[in-house]
Structure formats: structure tokens, C-alpha cells
């Protein structure tokens, strides 16, 4: 079966790096996304790797192994504002989206 | 988790057809539930917001008239693309989210409309 795989929850300090990572087992694959979700929010997207390497934007940058099935997050910089869930999601060989349960992210002064 | 169901994962239909997608959730009320379009390599764009009982709430640039909305009861929202052209060729997701919950949102498989 197609398996999305993240840790439910993670704390880190306000300023620090906080790395989150998603493993996926899926039938094909066409790109992995991550989203963050505020609570009572809609999802926003925040980036999209197809390629193996890193993809950095701003304080956030992603990492896309395909030969391991993993993905993660990197958030540097954290600010009170990155609290929300992250959501780790691959699009199938159908284009299929297969959502993570998502992780979400504590952050503390 | 909860979870959300969508009908149909893929639909092919001549130019001028209309189709319909239905969105379900299986094991939970849904209150409110969203309406997503996906071009290739990009980010879900959020469509509308449907609430059970109302009328749908529209985002900016999306045509109320070409995509039908309706919430008639808490499990069941469709989406109908009218009159569709290959422009509307697109991945279609939904989510949904539980009455009384202010936060969590339960995301559907998608369903892709090619258009010919």
C-alpha cells in the first residue's frame, strides 16, 4: 500500500532549526510537497521537489531523496508565527495526492 | 484520522459536458468543506469555501456560474464544472473539515478532469 510517513509532533525554541522529515512509500512518484497548516486554516503551500537535492527559500528549505523515499523540512530561524502543522504530501504515477498526517510543530520562546 | 472521499479519481469528457465531483466524509460531519484546483508542479489554489446549508463562498477569479458548489448535507459536497473546456483540465481536491473543530482539516484523494 502507499504509506506517507512524519512525526505527529515536534517542539523547538524560537530562533533555533528544526529539521522534519517524511518518508513515503508510494506507487510512482511525481513530486513531493510540503504545506503548512494553521489551525483553522487552509493548507498554503511551501514548496514542491520533483529532483533530488535542496530547494531553499527563505527560511525554509526542502530535501528530496528519491532513491530513499525521504523528504524533509528545514526550518531556520523559527519565529512564534511557524507554529502550525506541516503537511508532507506525494503525487502518485495516477497524480494522486497521498497526504502525510502531518506534523505538527510547537514552538517556544 | 478521518476520512474524506472522492468520486471520481479520474474523469475524461468531451469539451462541452459537464461533470460532476462529489466529495464525502466518511465518518465525520463536515460543516464546512474546500475546494482545491492543482495545475501540474504547482500549489493547490483554493477554489471555494463550502458550508452545509449556505451558499458557497468563491475565491477571487473563480466563476461561480462554470463551477457549481453544493453542500446539501454535512457529508456531501459537489463540485459540478459546467459546460467544460480543456482549460479546465486540472486536478480537483477537497477538505473538510469537522463540525465543532476549529483546526484539522481532512484533504480527499483528488480527482483529475482531462478535458478533450
Known amino acids: 500500500g502507499q504509506n506517507i510517513d512524519q512525526p505527529t509532533e515536534m517542539t523547538a525554541t524560537e530562533g533555533a532549526i528544526v529539521q522534519i522529515n517524511c518518508t513515503y512509500q508510494t506507487s510512482g512518484f511525481n513530486g513531493l510537497f510540503w504545506y503548512q497548516q494553521h489551525a483553522g486554516e487552509a493548507p498554503t503551500f511551501l514548496s514542491y521537489?520533483?529532483l533530488d537535492g535542496l530547494e531553499e527559500k527563505g527560511r525554509f528549505s526542502s530535501f528530496l531523496s528519491r532513491s530513499k523515499g525521504y523528504s524533509y523540512l528545514l526550518l531556520k530561524e523559527l519565529q512564534m508565527k511557524d507554529s502550525a502543522s506541516y503537511l508532507c504530501a506525494v503525487m502518485d504515477s495516477n497524480y494522486q495526492l497521498i497526504w502525510g498526517a502531518g506534523t505538527k510543530l510547537i514552538i517556544k520562546p | 484520522g478521518a476520512v474524506v472521499s472522492q468520486h471520481p479519481s479520474r474523469v475524461i469528457c468531451k469539451s462541452g459536458t459537464s461533470v460532476k465531483i462529489e466529495c464525502r466524509s466518511l465518518d465525520f460531519q463536515a460543516t464546512t468543506m474546500f475546494w482545491y484546483r492543482q495545475f501540474p508542479k504547482q500549489s493547490l489554489m483554493l477554489m471555494a469555501t463550502s458550508n452545509e446549508g449556505s451558499k458557497a463562498t468563491y475565491e477571487q477569479g473563480v466563476e461561480k456560474d462554470k463551477f457549481l458548489i453544493n453542500h446539501a448535507s454535512l457529508t456531501l459536497s459537489t463540485l459540478t464544472v459546467t459546460s467544460a473546456h480543456p482549460e479546465d483540465s486540472s486536478f480537483y481536491i477537497c477538505?473538510?473539515?469537522?463540525?465543532?473543530?476549529?483546526?484539522?482539516?481532512?484533504f480527499g484523494e483528488g480527482s483529475r478532469l482531462t478535458v478533450l
Open positions: 521537489n520533483v
Open positions: 477538505s473538510a473539515r469537522a463540525t465543532g473543530d476549529t483546526g484539522e482539516l481532512f
